[in-house]
């Protein structure tokens, strides 16, 4: 504390000095001093509700530990559950890609028979041309033999023929649907080998034999004399005559372009 003026008997002043303060730090070292003893006391005297505190430290301390285990656990969990959904995401991509696969593979397969078939209505209607080309061609070889088997048999159907016209004309059309027939028929005997000479000569040889001996077996019925023997032989030469008059005129055909006796799909 400061220190007081007094003023004296003689009118001078004294100091009256007061007792000094007890210092800050000593003061705050009593303080603590005595808060520390006032806690000790309260500890020794109820300890109770220090303990529960402490208790209830430990429990606050014990379910941090249990929520940071949950939370790992949590976090391997999710972990997990990520890896099944990629693994499950994998496989439903590869199962799609499969589907994919498989359906590229079908479509492709689908793509091909769809190709065979169109190439199969292609060979069928190529092939419906040439056997039309074919048969239009077979027409005309059965025409222009018709035509040279008609002008070789007038001669003989003249000079042999004592009948009406209208029985010449029957005979003349009897002649000229055998030729169309040899024409058709040679046609379709030489077409693969169209240059064997042999070919051709057998199948001139066996329409006229055939015809030739047919009309010396009308002929012979009456009588083996000599009249009916020469007349069935004059018959045979003239059948093997007129299918070669049917052949000549085919050949010629063929060399003039009129008719096609190799097979249209071989040239």
Not at 106 to 119: I, S
Not at 206 to 216: I, V
Not at 235 to 261: D, K, P, T, Y
Request: hydrophobic share 45%; net charge negative.
């Amino acid at each position: 504390m400061p220190a007081r003026v007094r003023r004296g008997s003689a009118g001078r002043p004294h100091t009256v000095r007061t007792p000094v303060a007890v210092r800050a730090s000593d003061s705050e070292e009593e303080e603590d001093f005595d808060a520390e003893n006032l806690i000790s006391s309260l500890i020794n005297d109820n300890p109770e509700p220090i303990k529960r505190i402490t208790d209830a430290a430990n429990k606050v301390a014990e379910l941090q530990l249990e929520q940071q285990k949950l939370n790992a656990e949590l976090a391997a969990l999710e972990g997990d559950v990520a890896e099944q959904q990629a693994a499950r995401e994998k496989k439903a991509e590869q199962e799609a890609a499969e589907l994919m696969a498989d359906a590229d593979v079908r479509a492709a397969q689908l793509l091909l028979q769809a190709a065979e078939l169109d190439e199969l209505d292609v060979r069928a209607a190529k092939m419906r041309q040439l056997d039309d080309l074919n048969k239009i061609e077979s027409v005309k070889a059965g025409l222009i033999s018709a035509v040279g088997g008609v002008l070789s048999s007038l001669p003989w159907l003249f000079a042999t023929s004592q009948s009406s016209v209208l029985n010449l004309a029957a005979d003349l059309a009897v002649a000229g649907a055998t030729a169309f027939l040899f024409g058709v028929v040679y046609r379709y005997a030489v077409r693969g080998d169209a240059t064997n000479s042999q070919l051709k000569g057998g199948v001139v040889g066996a329409f006229g034999l055939t015809r030739g001996l047919s009309l010396a077996e009308g002929l012979l019925r009456g009588g083996w004399g000599g009249e009916q023997v020469g007349t069935a032989a004059v018959g045979l030469g003239q059948s093997m005559l007129l299918f070669g008059f049917c052949a000549a005129a085919l050949e010629l055909g063929v060399r003039m372009n009129w008719v096609e006796i190799q097979a249209v799909d071989n040239r």
